[in-house]
C-alpha cells in the first residue's frame, strides 16, 4: 500500500517550498490503528470543485473555479496521481465527492444532460483525467452531489451517490463516501426515515448498486435554502458558501505530542455534520456495517472532527474542504485559491492544502 511519504514525494515537485513556505500544507489528521479499516488501498478524496462553463461563470462574481491557477495545478495534481497509479497497480483509489459540476447554475442548454455536456466540454482536460485509466488519467469513482445530481441519472455518468468501503479483516471498521449534502436532509428527517434510508444503504452495497436517493422536493429545497449575495436562485436552491474557508495549518505534528489532531475550520455546522454522520453509522452498524469513518465534501470547510459515535466507538468524520473558491490560513493571512485533498492509508486520515497560490 502507498503510505503518505510516498504519495507527498510524487507530489512535492508540483508544490516546492518557496521562500520558507511548504508547498504543502498538512491542515488536519487523525492516526488511531483502534479504528482497523480497510488497509488494500490507498485512497485520495479530491472534494468539489464547481465546474462551471465561462458563460455562465461570469454571472457569479464570488463564485468560480480559476483556470489559472488553480486549474493548472488541478491538472498536474491528477496527472501525478494517474501516473502513482500506473507504477503501483491496484494500491490507489481516486474519489471525486461531488459536486464536480455546478449543473443548477448552468443556462447552456436546454436539458440537464446538454448542460452537463457544455460543462464538461469546456473543462475536457480535468474531466478526462478523472475519467480515463491509467496512465492517462485517475479513473475516479465520482459521487454525485446536489449540484451535479443529474450525473447520477444518466447512463453516461452514473454516478455513485455513495461508497461504502468494507474493513479487509474481522472486526474492523467500514468507510461511508458520501457528498455530504443527505446529512443536511437527515437534519430534517423524523427517526424512521433515517432508520429507511441506513436500509436503503444497507441493502444496495449488499446487492452492488450505489444509487440511493432522496426524492422529496421539499426536503431537498429545504437543504439547500440559503443563496449568498450577488447569486441567483436556479434550480431547487443553492447551497451557501462561505466567501473564505479558514484554515489551520499543523506546522509539526511532533510538537502536538499525539498522533490525533483534530482540526474544525470553519466550526459553524462542525457539530451538526458529525452529529448526523455518528447517527448514520449508529444505524448502519445494526445492518452490519460497522462505519468508523465518514468521507465527505459539500460543505466547503476542510476539517476532522471526531468523537464518540453514539455506542461507544471512537469515528472520525472527515470534510475534505473544496477545490474551489478561497481560502486562508488565519484571519489576517492572505488569500490562497482553496486546493485541499482528504487521503486515507493506513488508519491514517489528512487533509492537505496543496500550493499556496495567492488570489490575484
Known amino acids: ?12 515537485p508540483l508544490f516546492p517550498d518557496t521562500a520558507g513556505v511548504p508547498g504543502i500544507k498538512l491542515i488536519g489528521r487523525y492516526r488511531d490503528a483502534g479504528l482497523n479499516l480497510a488497509s488494500r488501498w490507498t485512497l485520495v478524496f479530491l472534494p468539489d470543485m464547481h465546474l462551471l462553463a465561462d458563460v455562465d461563470a461570469s454571472t457569479y462574481p464570488k ?23 500506473a507504477q503501483r497497480p491496484g494500491e490507489l483509489l481516486v474519489y471525486q465527492l461531488g459536486d464536480l459540476f455546478d449543473v443548477w447554475r448552468s443556462r447552456t442548454g436546454a436539458t440537464e444532460k446538454l448542460k452537463t455536456d457544455t460543462i ?7 474531466v478526462d483525467l478523472l475519467r480515463s485509466s491509467p496512465p492517462l488519467g485517475v479513473k475516479a ?22 461508497e461504502l468501503i468494507s474493513a479487509s479483516a474481522p472486526g474492523g471498521g467500514d468507510v461511508l463516501v458520501v457528498h455530504g449534502d443527505a446529512f443536511d436532509w437527515a437534519e430534517q428527517a423524523a427517526p424512521d426515515e433515517l432508520q ?8 444496495q452495497h449488499d446487492g452492488g448498486t450505489h444509487q ?18 450577488a447569486d441567483e436562485m436556479i434550480g431547487l436552491g443553492l447551497t451557501q458558501y462561505q466567501d473564505h474557508g479558514l484554515l489551520g495549518a499543523i506546522a509539526d505534528i511532533a510538537a502536538i505530542g499525539a498522533d490525533l489532531a483534530g482540526i474544525n475550520i470553519g466550526v459553524d455546522g462542525s457539530t451538526r455534520f458529525f452529529r448526523q454522520a455518528a447517527t448514520a ?4 452498524k445494526e ?24 455506542d461507544g466507538q471512537r469515528m472520525v468524520l472527515m470534510d475534505c474542504g473544496a477545490w474551489f473558491g478561497k481560502c486562508k490560513f488565519g484571519p489576517t493571512g492572505p488569500d490562497l485559491w482553496a486546493q485541499q485533498i482528504g487521503v486515507l492509508a493506513d488508519n491514517d486520515l489528512r487533509i492537505y492544502q496543496l500550493g499556496h497560490p495567492l488570489v490575484g
Open 287 to 310: 445492518h452490519g456495517h460497522d462505519v468508523r469513518v465518514v468521507v465527505i465534501g459539500h460543505t466547503h470547510s476542510a476539517r476532522m472532527v471526531y468523537g464518540n459515535r453514539g
Open 212 to 229: 440511493f436517493d432522496i426524492t422529496d422536493q421539499a426536503a431537498a429545497t429545504a437543504a439547500n435554502q440559503k443563496v449568498s449575495a
Open 281 to 284: 453509522a449508529r444505524l448502519l
Open 1 to 12: 500500500m502507498i503510505n503518505h511519504d510516498e504519495l507527498l514525494a510524487s507530489l512535492r
Open 63 to 85: 463564485y468560480h473555479f480559476s483556470r489559472n491557477p488553480q486549474g493548472a495545478n488541478l491538472e498536474t495534481t491528477l496527472r501525478a496521481l494517474a501516473n502513482l497509479r
Open 196 to 203: 429507511a434510508w441506513a436500509v436503503q444503504l444497507a441493502s
Open 141 to 162: 469513482r465520482l459521487l454525485a452531489g446536489n449540484h451535479d445530481y443529474v450525473i447520477h441519472q444518466l447512463p453516461d455518468w452514473q454516478a455513485l451517490r455513495f
Open 120 to 126: 464538461a466540454g469546456s473543462y475536457s482536460t480535468v
